[in-house]
Structures are given as structure tokens and as C-alpha cells.
């Protein structure tokens, strides 16, 4: 692996000297990605792309004022985090490292066994999928994928079906203009082929998951034409198909092959995070793996819980504090029905009500109206995610999950919470009146959605949330709708991801009419 120059050293350590000194500037994964960077540890080619991509995006830092010596408010935050990503000798290293790596990968090519024809440029989606014979035999199609739309970029045509005159005239019969077509490496002068022992071929299929290998929440990875892709199981069928969201896509799972629908994950300088788009396949092309977090070593973290069974130990973490921060950023508010408060044969008093309730159509902020699915907190109280009831979602917690005090139920109606407050605590003292007298008598709670759907056939588009991941309850003096901009911007992905499924599938049907 790339380890860091002694230019990007010492731009590191000033960083982290600023931000010792002014304490600003940089996130959190900026000051890692500096304590690795002046340590001169080696650096894997995902942080490598992390850091290019970081520098493309914060070059108009520079241009602020306070980014030089001498101007009023140097250094200026961009300057901070700017050193902290090892500054301009770290963006002269990270692009001469990924210029090396694409030298390296066009050594490789053209591609054994068969002739490869680009019709649109890899660089733009985030992930690949590939359809053999989807053109008919020996005409494969590679999908890419971005946004939760797909398109054809690359056609393969295998040596054994079609000669290079043959694949061209295929492609011109329908249609199709490659920017650039590659007649097949001949297999005898080794470019690009790695021949395998028995036993290698035997351990490479060994990493391939079993039938009976995985389960929903695992981490997989597959192979794909821009190289190796990283996701979350979100569903399994072991006896039907999958329908992929946003997509032409199926998948057929069986009992000695079932298929997987996946969330891909993307990398950013934030770390790794579902980027929306899902994708399915059968259980022989995964492997399973370990989940990824932002930083390039392993870190101590807190253990939540610890869960036994006959066949496994499981150990659940609790997050770091850069996916709470993430998390937080992306939550949203909503609104919910009137709390009850009730003293207790114990001296405690029991605050209950419904958080959510299922099947009411609720116009938000008038932008877009909402539903919340039944069943859209079975996964959230099954996972046992750590909920805190809160005031104003704001201070310390009067109750959560983690310690039963604060209850969570999915009914027939909706999200029912049940909490235990101890008047002999101050800050549940201080509301106690309040809510009793009813000055303090609403309730909200927050959430993010992890799965949705949008209609938008009618006058208002319309979310209907189907799974979500829950943050806290709360008791509130004003019920508000917050993080109405976020649901905004899923509609626009969405909008986004029709237009783009709509131009592949006539790309598809295309190719299907002259099979």
C-alpha cells in the first residue's frame, strides 16, 4: 500500500497543531486521516480515492479568505482541514497514486475471451452489474449503476460465439455506438490471464458463500465490472424471485442457490454508507465479509449487547460517534397524537400514547404528503435500536430502550411507547407539572427512513415510508415538521432514478427485439 511522503507528513502535523491551537477546522475524519497521514502509516488505495475526491471538492477553499499567510483569519478552517488531508503535497500524491493505478489497470486489457464494446463511460456510476446472454447466447450485458437507475455500459461478445467482424456487425444491426471497441486478448500471449491451480480454483470457490451461508444484515461482496462492490442483505428468496426497486431487474433465488437483495454501499470520505441503490444476486457470487467503517485500522469500540445462540455468538456494537453524527444529520421530525400521564402504584409516573400511527396521509409542509406503512417499526424494535425519550429532542434522556424504561410496541394501529419516568429525577421533576396541567401534552418522534416508495402520479407526490431506523421520542411544546428538505431530496433521487430505468429499459427491449 502507498505510504505518505515526508512533504504530507509534516502538512498533516501542522494541521493537527492548528487544531490544537484554534480548536476548528476539519471534521473528525479529517484529524484520523491526519494522525495516519503523520505517522506515515501506509494508506489503502480506498483512502487514496477518499483523499482526491476530498481535494477535487474543498480546491475552492482556497480561494477564501484567511487560506493564505498574511490575510485576515489565517488559517482559516479550509486551510485547517486542508493540511489535515495532508495539503497540496497530499493532492499531488493522491493524484499521481491514482494515475499509477488506472497505468496499471489499461496494462490488463484488452480483456481475455472475449471482445468488449464501451458504450458509456464506467467512471460515472457506482456500481455494476452483469447479465450473461442477455443479448442472446454468448452476448453479455454489463449494467451500470447510479441513483438507483441502470443503463448498458459495456457489451461483451465471448470469442467462442462471435468473431470480432461478427460482434461488430451485432452491435450496428441494433443500434448500438461503442466509444470504443476492444477485439478479445488471444489467450496464448498471457495478457491479462491468470491461470489457476486446482486448488486455487478450488479455495476461490470456496469463498463463495453457501446456500445456508447468509442471512439478512450480513455484509457481502461480488465481483463487478469496475471492480469489487461492498453491500448490506436487505432481503433473501429462497424459493421465488426479487424484483430489484428502481429497475428491469430479477433475480430467481432456489434452495441450493437463493438470491439476495442488496443495498450497495459507497465509500466517502465520511466512511462507508448505504448510497440508495439496490442491486440482487444469487448467493454464489457473494462473500461474505466484515462491516467497513471510516478508518483504514481497526478502533476499540463499546460493546452493546451480547447475543447467544446454539450456533453463534453475536456481538452488537454500539456507533461511533461519526455515524451518530451522520445519522442525526439525515433524521427527520414527525408529529404524533397526545401523550397520557398516569401516576403509578410505585411512585412512578407512566407516560404512554401513540408515536406514529399507521395509514394517515399527512401533508408535509405542503411539498409532499406521507404514510407511514404498517410494519415500518418491526425492524427498528426487533434490532432493538437504542431510542431515548427526550424533551423538545433535546438534553439528556429521561428514559430509553437500552435500560427498559422507555417501552417500544408495533400494533395494528402503529408505533405504541410506554415510558416510566422517575419523579425523584430533577429534569423529570421540572416537567412533570407541565405535563400534567397540559402545557407539555404533544408528542414527536424521529426517525430516518431506511426503505421507502414514491408515487408521483397525482397532485402532491406522495412517500410512503416502509422501514425506518428510530432515533428518540419525545415530548414536545410544539409539534414541527422537521427535515422536510431530506424527504425532498429523496424525491428528486427518485425522479432521477425513473427517468434513468426508463432510458435502459428501452436500451433493453432493443437488444430483446432480435433475439
Known amino acids: 500500500m502507498p505510504r505518505p511522503n515526508e512533504a504530507m507528513r509534516e502538512e498533516a502535523q501542522r494541521g493537527l497543531d492548528w487544531r490544537s491551537e484554534y480548536g476548528r477546522g476539519g471534521t473528525e475524519v479529517g484529524i484520523a486521516r491526519a494522525r495516519d497521514i503523520s505517522n506515515g502509516e501506509n494508506l489503502s488505495m480506498e483512502t487514496v480515492q477518499r483523499m482526491a475526491s476530498y481535494f477535487a471538492r474543498h480546491e475552492v477553499d482556497k480561494e477564501a479568505e484567511g487560506f493564505r499567510p498574511g490575510e485576515d483569519g489565517y488559517p482559516s478552517n479550509g486551510r485547517i482541514a486542508w493540511a489535515l488531508w495532508g495539503g497540496d503535497a497530499g493532492q499531488s ?13 489499461a496494462e490488463t486489457r484488452p480483456y481475455p ?10 467512471d460515472q456510476f457506482d456500481s455494476f452489474s452483469r447479465r450473461n446472454n442477455e443479448g442472446g447466447t454468448g452476448v453479455d450485458f454489463v449494467y451500470g449503476i447510479k441513483d438507483g437507475g441502470a443503463e448498458v455500459q459495456s457489451i461483451r ?25 476492444e477485439p478479445a486478448a488471444p489467450v496464448d500471449e498471457g495478457r491479462s490471464v491468470v491461470v489457476l491451480s486446482p486448488q486455487a480454483m478450488e479455495a476461490d470457490m470456496q469463498k463463495r458463500a453457501e446456500p445456508d451461508e447468509l442471512s439478512v444484515g450480513d455484509y457481502v461482496s461480488w465481483d463487478s465490472s469496475g471492480g469489487s462492490a461492498y453491500g448490506q442483505i436487505e432481503r433473501i428468496e429462497r424459493d421465488g424471485q426479487i424484483n430489484v426497486p428502481d429497475s428491469d431487474f430479477t433475480v430467481n433465488g432456489e434452495e441450493d442457490d437463493p438470491a439476495a437483495l442488496i443495498m450497495v454501499y459507497r465509500e466517502t470520505e465520511d466512511g462507508w454508507s448505504p448510497s440508495g441503490v439496490r442491486v440482487g444476486h444469487r448467493f454464489s457470487t457473494l462473500t461474505k465479509v466484515s462491516a467497513r467503517g471510516y478508518k483504514d485500522k481497526d478502533e476499540e469500540r463499546h460493546i452493546k449487547r451480547i447475543e447467544e445462540t446454539e450456533d453463534e455468538v453475536i456481538v452488537v456494537f454500539h456507533k461511533e460517534m461519526d455515524e451518530m453524527t451522520e445519522a442525526a444529520a439525515a433524521r427527520e421530525v414527525r408529529p404524533a397524537k397526545k401523550i397520557e400521564v398516569r401516576s403509578q402504584d410505585d411512585g412512578m409516573v407512566r407516560v404512554s400514547g401513540y408515536a406514529a400511527v399507521f395509514g394517515e396521509e399527512t401533508n408535509i409542509a405542503g411539498m409532499f404528503t406521507e404514510v407511514i406503512e ?54 423529570v421533576r421540572a416537567i412533570l407539572p407541565k405535563m400534567r396541567r397540559g402545557d407539555l401534552d404533544k408528542m414527536s418522534f424521529a426517525f430516518m427512513p431506511t426503505r421507502q416508495m414514491w408515487d408521483d402520479r397525482g397532485g402532491l407526490p406522495k412517500r410512503i415510508v416502509q422501514d425506518v431506523e428510530l432515533f428518540d421520542v419525545s415530548v414536545v411544546t410544539t409539534p414541527a415538521y422537521q427535515g422536510t428538505e431530506i424527504g425532498l431530496r429523496s424525491l428528486e433521487a427518485h425522479r432521477q432514478a425513473q427517468h434513468k430505468s426508463q432510458a435502459a429499459r428501452r436500451v433493453r427491449m432493443k437488444a430483446r427485439l432480435v433475439k
Open 93 to 105: 500524491w493522491a493524484n499521481r497514486i491514482l494515475e499509477q493505478e488506472d497505468d496499471e489497470r
Open 157 to 181: 461478445f465471448k470469442v467462442e460465439n462471435y468473431t470480432v467482424e461478427q460482434a461488430r456487425e451485432w452491435l450496428a444491426e441494433n443500434d448500438f455506438e461503442p466509444l470504443l471497441f
Open 113 to 122: 475471451g472475449e471482445h468488449a464494446a464501451r458504450i458509456a463511460d464506467p
Open 374 to 427: 404498517a410494519g415500518a417499526f418491526k425492524n427498528a424494535i426487533s434490532r432493538q435500536d437504542d431510542v431515548v425519550f427526550l424533551v423538545n429532542h433535546d438534553g439528556l434522556p429521561l428514559a430509553r430502550t437500552r435500560s427498559n424504561t422507555l417501552r417500544l410496541t408495533e400494533d395494528e394501529r402503529g408505533l405504541y411507547i410506554e415510558t416510566d419516568l422517575d419523579p425523584s429525577d430533577p429534569d
